[in-house]
């Protein structure tokens, strides 16, 4: 069993800048596929906004976030991090952490599908005001 616990949250005004840490409850590195950021806003589905392939260490972001959001690891300290600069009101949401291990992946696996991963942290709110 892998818990996720989001930190680093918090309100910002346009153009800030945060850093959101995902810690995993266990040493699970030898056994991951894939970690991401997802983010829900009221009223909307949650979506993927970045992904890392904890193997090789690629990365994948969504378009809105590109250039502007770094996903990272520290398989040493089990954290997952993402760094947003330049935020803007529309990055306004809960973000959620999620890993999917090679045991728990599906066929067919899309990085930003929420249904892709199977442990999820507890979110984390980003407020961005204009």
């Known amino acids: 069993q892998v818990q996720l616990v989001e930190s680093g949250g918090g309100s910002v005004q346009a153009g800030g800048t945060l850093r959101l840490s995902c810690v995993a409850s266990?040493?699970?590195?030898?056994?991951?596929?894939?970690m991401g950021w997802f983010r829900q806003a009221p009223g909307k589905e949650r979506e993927g906004v970045a992904a890392?392939?904890?193997?090789?260490?690629?990365?994948y972001y969504a378009d809105s976030v590109l250039g502007r959001f770094t996903i990272s690891q520290d398989n040493a300290k089990n954290v997952l991090y993402l760094q947003m600069n330049n935020l803007k009101p529309d990055d306004t949401a809960i973000y959620y952490c999620?890993?999917?291990?090679?045991?728990?992946?599906?066929?067919?696996?899309?990085?930003?599908?929420?249904?892709?991963?199977?442990?999820w942290g507890q979110g984390t709110q980003v407020t961005v005001s204009s």
């Open positions: 266990s040493r699970y590195t030898y056994s991951t596929y894939f």
């Open positions: 999620a890993l999917v291990t090679l045991a728990t992946r599906r066929n067919g696996f899309i990085w930003s599908n929420p249904s892709a991963y199977y442990y």
């Open positions: 890392i392939a904890t193997g090789g260490g690629s990365t």
